[in-house]
């Protein structure tokens, strides 16, 4: 069981300020070592004939990423 603290000690402990200081210094050095992501170039697509008989429903990429996102 630990001890009340008493009025005349600091409130942060010499632990929890090492510990925290330690986990801040790994969180940056983690930073530091992991690769940048560096943002895909979007490929522009040739738009697709118009169907002859009509109609205009194709499977194309964005309402595939739909399917995808309704998926349970």
């Not at 690769?35 to 002859?52: G, R």
């Not at 008989?53 to 309402?63: C, P």
């Amino acid at each position: 069981m630990s001890k009340p603290p008493r009025p005349d000690q600091p409130a942060l402990r010499r632990r929890s300020l090492f510990a925290g200081a330690g986990v801040v210094g790994a969180a940056a050095a983690a930073t530091a070592l992991l690769p940048s992501v560096q943002p895909e170039v979007p490929v522009a697509q040739e738009p697709q004939p118009a169907p002859t008989r009509g109609g205009g429903y194709s499977l194309s990429a964005h309402v595939q990423h739909y399917y995808k996102t309704t998926r349970i």
